[in-house]
Nanobody, 119 residues
Framework: QVQLVESGGGLVQAGASLRLSCTAS????????MGWFRQAPGKEREFVASITWRSEATYYADSVKGRFTVSKDNAKNTVYLQMNSLKPEDTAVYSC????????????WGQGTQVTVSS
């Protein structure tokens, strides 16, 4: 199985930037895709961005396209979410998730890191 740990959240002003990190351990060789999700109080969890581990294909939600960039460091088994031009509506708990080759579903999740953007 895969264990995921996020870090890098914090409190920033609108327009600022943050970079979130998600470090994976365990059966990382079987990982097909790493994704970022977020959930604000009273709202459903929503997809933010993803990257395939081998091909580095990326996908973004329309709400963050052009502002957020997902990337990875193979040597560190870490995926990043660079968030620029942050808006108050970006405030949420951000979680990373791993999708194994076997299921192509997000079976493993981190504990989440809080991002708060003030106006």
């Amino acid at each position: 199985q895969v264990q995921l740990v996020e870090s890098g959240g914090g409190l920033v002003q609108a327009g600022a930037s943050l970079r979130l990190s998600c470090t994976a351990s365990g059966r990382t060789f079987s990982t097909y895709r790493m994704g970022w999700f977020r959930q604000a109080p009273g709202k459903e969890r929503e997809f933010v961005a993803s990257i395939t581990w081998r091909s580095e294909a990326t996908y973004y939600a329309d709400s963050v396209k052009g502002r957020f960039t997902v990337s990875k460091d193979n040597a560190k088994n870490t995926v990043y979410l660079q968030m620029n031009s942050l808006k108050p509506e970006d405030t949420a708990v951000y979680s990373c998730a791993a999708s194994p080759v076997a299921t192509r579903a997000y079976d493993y999740w981190g504990q989440g890191t809080q991002v708060t953007v003030s106006s």
